[in-house]
């Protein structure tokens, strides 16, 4: 709640969805390659957070991880590449916030794995632009953006 409420006061929202798009279109998961687990057997799919922008009405969907459950996010990648690709949406965002475990060997354990999807993350996906920012040393937000 704290996201929409803050995108909202930005001054630069018309307006913002949680799980739904802004057009009539549906997205059927049957339609994503290697989808797989439960978002592969759902039938209609929808981003976890629509805006539309005021200026020239472009929307931005976005799919939001917080794991590192490798399946899951890889999904929800290839979800944000078929709402650009289909015109769900004028751009497509996968937003990942990681918070590492405070015990030093669960950090170390953690930060490796998170290494590990990151860089399959990026050689998978040429086509996306990737930012990663490190905002503590047990918080990492990474954004991957269509063009």
Request: with cysteine; aromatic share 6%; net charge positive.
């Amino acid at each position: 709640m704290e996201l929409v409420d803050r995108v909202s006061r930005s001054g630069k929202i018309c307006a913002v969805r949680t799980n739904g798009h802004f057009s009539d279109k549906k997205v059927k998961a049957s339609e994503i390659d290697g989808l797989s687990g439960r978002k592969s057997e759902a039938v209609h799919l929808s981003p976890d957070i629509s805006i539309r922008l005021k200026t020239g009405g472009r929307i931005i969907s976005s799919e939001i991880k917080t794991g590192l459950a490798p399946k899951e996010i890889f999904n929800d990648m290839e979800i944000v590449k078929h709402y650009r690709k289909t015109g769900v949406s004028n751009q497509a965002e996968f937003i990942w916030v990681v918070l590492l475990p405070d015990g030093e060997v669960e950090r170390r354990s953690s930060a490796k794995s998170f290494e590990k999807i990151y860089l399959r993350m990026q050689k998978d996906n040429p086509d996306l632009s990737f930012v990663r920012r490190e905002i503590t040393s047990w918080l990492v937000l990474v954004v991957a953006v269509t063009a």
